[in-house]
């Protein structure tokens, strides 16, 4: 594609990621917020998170974990807002048994 485009330049060349976040289906929104936070994940870690479904994985690499904490839920940013047509909201439902120090 350089040469057709009159340039000598070699593509700068993307290590495969060695981390990957697997989703449970192939659903366009699941895999939407999980590209999401591999690209957070990514600028944090400082290096490529992959996505991939665990309908189709065969990987040889290391699985991300995104549990969250309830504790850690507090913080501002952790838990990202809703990309898309609703409005940036996120809503997160609880167990009304929940213990109050868990919420």
């Given at each position: 594609m350089a040469a057709a485009l009159g340039s000598d330049a070699e593509p700068e060349r993307m290590d495969e990621p060695t981390h990957y976040i697997l989703t449970r289906t192939d659903s366009p929104r699941e895999l939407l917020w999980a590209r999401l936070q591999a690209m957070h994940l990514g600028e944090v870690l400082g290096h490529r998170i992959g996505v991939a479904s665990q309908t189709s994985a065969d990987l040889v690499s290391h699985e991300v974990s995104l549990a969250i904490e309830p504790a850690a839920a507090r913080e501002p940013g952790v838990i990202p807002r809703c990309p898309g047509p609703f409005g940036?909201?996120?809503?997160?439902?609880?167990?009304?048994?929940?213990p109050p120090m868990a919420k």
């Open positions: 940036g909201t996120t809503i997160v439902l609880l167990p009304p048994d929940l």
